[in-house]
C-alpha cells in the first residue's frame, strides 16, 4: 500500500471482479472503501478457489486493505443505513461504486437527492444495460476464434477475465477523474461504464476492427505464435518450455547471437527473400526460424537455456504452474517489494500482493488483509 488517497472515502456495493478490483485498486493506494454485502455475504462471497477452512480465496484477493459492513437490505432500514453511508458528509466522501443495476435505493436520482454532489460510478454489462459477463462478451468480440492451435474451427476461450481487469482498473480512473471535476466544479455526477464497451474500445485500439474493416483476409488463430513477429514457446531437453519472443530488432539480434545461429538465419533471409530486421519479414518465415532455434534449445536444459539469454538480452521466459511460480520465481516472493506476507482471518498467512506502483513520493507501507464479512458493521 502507499497513502496518496490518503482521506478518500469510496462505498461499494459489488460482486464478482471488475467492481471490486476497482476498490481495491484504490484502497492500494491509501482510500478508505467501505464494502457494503448482505448479512452472511453477497453473490462471490464464497467464490472459488476457497482455502482449507472453507473461506474465499477470491473473495479474500480482491477485498483486503478494504472495510466490511453487512447489512439487511432487504429491510426499509437496511436501505437506509446504506444510503447514509453512500452519501455521508464531507469533501472526500460521497462516491459510490456499483457493478448492480442503478434502480431502487442504488438508483443515483435518489442518492443525489440527499448529497447533490455524489459521485456513482456504475458498471453495466452492455451498453443497453442488459446482463453481460466477462466470458459473454470475450466470445462475441473475436479474439476466441484465433486463440488455440488452428488445427480446427471450435474458438478456444481465454482464462483470465481480461476485460473485468480492464473494466475495472478503468473504474478506478473514472472515479478519480470525476472527484477531480468535483473539486474544480463542486459537481457530482453518474458515470456509466459498460463491461462490453471496455472490451470493443480494446479490439479497436489493437487494430483488430481496423482490420477487418479494411477487407484483409479473415485472422486465423497461430497457435503459440506471436501474431506479426517472431515469438513461440520451445521445449528444453529437461521437460520444460519457455516462450521466446523477438519483436525489435535488436531482441532477434540479441536471439541470434545468444544461440550462435546468425548465419543459418542470413542464408534464410536469402531462401524467403526477406530481410528479418523486419517484424513481419520473421513472421512471415516464423516456421523456418522455429525449427532451427527447436532444435537449438532441445539440447539444453532450462538453466542453460536461461543462463546463455540473460547473458546476451534475449526476452524470454519460463513456462510454469502456479506452485513453480511461488517456488522457483524470485518476483513472486517477499523479496519483490511487491509482495508481503500477511495473515488473514480464517484463512492464515499468505503471500499477498499491493499496490504494482511504486511511487517515489509515497513509501509503500504494510498493507492490510481482507477483513472479516461484516467486521466493521457496528
Known sequence: ??????GLRVVESV???????????????????????????GLDS?????????QSLYWAGLNKSKRSICIDLRQPEGRELAQEIITAPGADAGILLSNFPARGWLAYDALAQRRDDLIMVNIVGNPDGSTALDYTVNCAVGLPQITGSGHDEAPVNHVLPAWDISAGLTAAVAILAAERHRRLTGDGQYVRLSLADVALAMVGHLGFIAEADHGRSQRRAHGNHLFGAFGRDFATIDGRRIMIVAISPRQWRNLCDATGLAEKMALLEQAFEANFEHEGDRFEARDAIASLIETWCETRSLVQIGELFDAAGVCWGPYQSFRQLLDEDARCSAENPLFELVEHPGVGQYLMPGSTADFSAAPRVSMKAATRMGQHTD
Open 15 to 41: 460482486a464478482f471482479v471488475a467492481a471490486p478490483l476497482g476498490g481495491l485498486t484504490l484502497s492500494q493506494m491509501g482510500a478508505d472503501v467501505i464494502r457494503i454485502d448482505p448479512i452472511g455475504g
Open 1 to 6: 500500500m502507499n497513502r496518496l488517497l490518503e
Open 46 to 54: 464464497q467464490r472459488w478457489p476457497l482455502s482449507q477452512s472453507g
